[in-house]
C-alpha cells in the first residue's frame, strides 16, 4: 500500500487548506483512515479518523467544528479539510491507513505534508 500526500502550504492565520491522500489500492479495503500530525518537538498525535464500515468520523477537541475528514471512494482519495486555521495547527500531516486481521493491525503511512500557519 502506498499514500501519497499532498496539499500543505504556508496560509495566514484563519485560512483554509485542503489536503489530499491518494491511496495506490481501493480504500475500501481499509478498515480505519486518519490523519495524524506532528509539530516540532512534539510527539504525533491523531487529528482526525474515519471508519469504512459505516463513515463514522472522529476528531482530536482542538479541531472540531474546524476540520473535516472524508473520503472519496470513486478516486481512493482520503481528504483533510482545514478551515479557520490557527498558528497552533502548524505541523507535518500525515495520513495513514489502517487494516485489522485478527489480532494483527497492519498501517501504512503517507510521506507527510507541510503545514504553516503564520501571518
Known amino acids: 500500500v502506498q499514500l501519497q500526500a499532498s496539499g500543505g502550504g504556508l496560509v495566514q492565520p484563519g485560512g483554509s487548506l485542503r489536503l489530499s491522500c491518494a491511496a495506490s489500492?481501493?480504500?475500501?479495503?481499509?478498515?480505519?483512515m486518519g490523519w495524524y500530525r506532528q509539530a516540532p518537538g512534539k510527539q504525533r498525535e491523531l487529528v482526525a479518523t474515519?471508519?469504512?464500515?459505516?463513515?463514522?468520523?472522529t476528531y482530536v477537541d482542538s479541531v472540531k467544528g474546524r476540520f473535516t475528514i472524508s473520503v472519496d471512494g470513486a478516486k481512493n482519495t482520503m481528504y483533510l479539510q482545514m478551515n479557520s486555521l490557527k498558528p497552533e495547527d502548524t505541523a507535518v500531516y500525515y495520513c495513514?491507513?489502517?487494516?485489522?486481521?485478527?489480532?494483527?493491525?497492519?498501517?501504512?503511512w503517507g510521506q507527510g505534508t507541510q503545514v504553516t500557519v503564520s501571518s
Open positions: 474515519i471508519t469504512r464500515r459505516d463513515g463514522t468520523t
Open positions: 495513514n491507513s489502517r487494516v485489522y486481521s485478527g489480532s494483527r493491525i497492519f498501517d501504512s
Open positions: 489500492v481501493n480504500v475500501h479495503n481499509f478498515n480505519v
